[in-house]
């Protein structure tokens, strides 16, 4: 029998480091984004395509805005779920909550199977207009 005594502050320890966690991440954010920003950041990107779309399926690659995430900080994604850079991926991936799919899983947002979710809003077709001179952040 080892008769240690329970500790109390192991216990209490983990809550009084929740705040300086949350400086921690936002000051993060600010060192990341303010050279990124600086050397400017598209705001929609193609996914490049890595497994072929079949007929039937919709031709074009799947468009990610910038923009239409602003809600959120740069490390929401950065470097945890997409590099600063093209990478490819597909829905298999995406099923496995990976890339788009730590989110766009029918839960913390639309998902590609959800009803009444057109898989064009995701792969838009390249005849809409994509740059133009908002497409920076500044
Ligand atoms: C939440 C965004 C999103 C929605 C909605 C979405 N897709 Fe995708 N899809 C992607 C991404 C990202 C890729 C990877 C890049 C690419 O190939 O376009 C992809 C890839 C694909 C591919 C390539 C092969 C594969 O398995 O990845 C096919 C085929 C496809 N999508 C079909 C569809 C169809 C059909 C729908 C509608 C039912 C749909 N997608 C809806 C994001 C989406
Ligand atoms: C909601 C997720 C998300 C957020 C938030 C986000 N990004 Fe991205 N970023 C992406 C995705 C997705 C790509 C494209 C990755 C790919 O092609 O697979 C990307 C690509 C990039 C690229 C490379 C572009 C290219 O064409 O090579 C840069 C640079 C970048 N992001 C910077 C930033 C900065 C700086 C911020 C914050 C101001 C930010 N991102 C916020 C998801 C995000
Ligand atoms: C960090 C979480 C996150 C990631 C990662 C993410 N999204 Fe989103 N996305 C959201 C949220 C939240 C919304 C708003 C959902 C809503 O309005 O129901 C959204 C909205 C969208 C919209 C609709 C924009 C509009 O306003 O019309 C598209 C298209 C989209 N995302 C595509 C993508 C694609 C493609 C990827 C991967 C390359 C991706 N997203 C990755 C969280 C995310």
Do not use: Y
């Not at 990478?87 to 298999?92: I, L, R, S």
């Amino acid at each position: 029998m080892n008769p240690s005594p329970p500790s109390q502050r192991k216990t209490r320890g983990p809550r009084r480091w929740r705040a300086p966690r949350g400086w921690t991440t936002l000051s993060a954010c600010l060192l990341l984004s303010v050279p990124v920003v600086a050397l400017g950041v598209p705001d929609k990107v193609r996914i490049p395509i890595v497994r072929d779309h079949g007929a039937g399926d919709p031709p074009d690659a799947a468009l990610f805005s910038h923009w239409d995430h602003d809600t959120f900080t740069c490390v929401s994604c950065h470097p945890s779920t997409f590099p600063q850079r093209k990478v490819g991926f597909t829905h298999d991936d995406m099923n496995q909550g990976r890339f788009c799919g730590s989110c766009h899983d029918g839960r913390t947002a639309f998902g590609p199977k959800d009803k009444g979710v057109e898989c064009e809003t995701c792969h838009v077709p390249t005849k809409k207009r994509e740059i133009d001179e908002d497409d920076l952040w500044k």
